[in-house]
């Protein structure tokens, strides 16, 4: 996955907060999704973080996810034209 720095949402509620949710975008196709750095657990829609069963393990899902070549932390750009700004409150340029 691209490294350059990411933005993040919040904490994850998955993991008791250990890990942020950095958004993803699979450019493969065109989707973003919120992954915990820490235990890489994935979240489809923002909007259902407290909700876990919502979510899924991104290392297990492989027809949910792609392989990294295709995964990228998600630059300003691409998530004001996907909707997702309100969701980007904050920015690490050591996210990984």
Known sequence: MDTSGGYWFELCPRCGEYGRLLIVHDVQCDRFY???????????????????????????????????????????????????REFAKHFDADAS
Do not use: V
Request: overall charge negative; charged content about 25%.
């Open 34 to 84: 919120l992954k915990c750095e820490e235990y890489q657990h994935g979240f489809p829609d923002p909007h259902r973080i407290a909700s876990l069963a919502d979510g899924f393990t991104t290392l297990q899902k492989p027809a949910l996810t792609r392989p990294p070549s295709s995964l990228r932390l998600a630059d300003i750009e691409a998530i004001d034209t996907n909707g997702w």
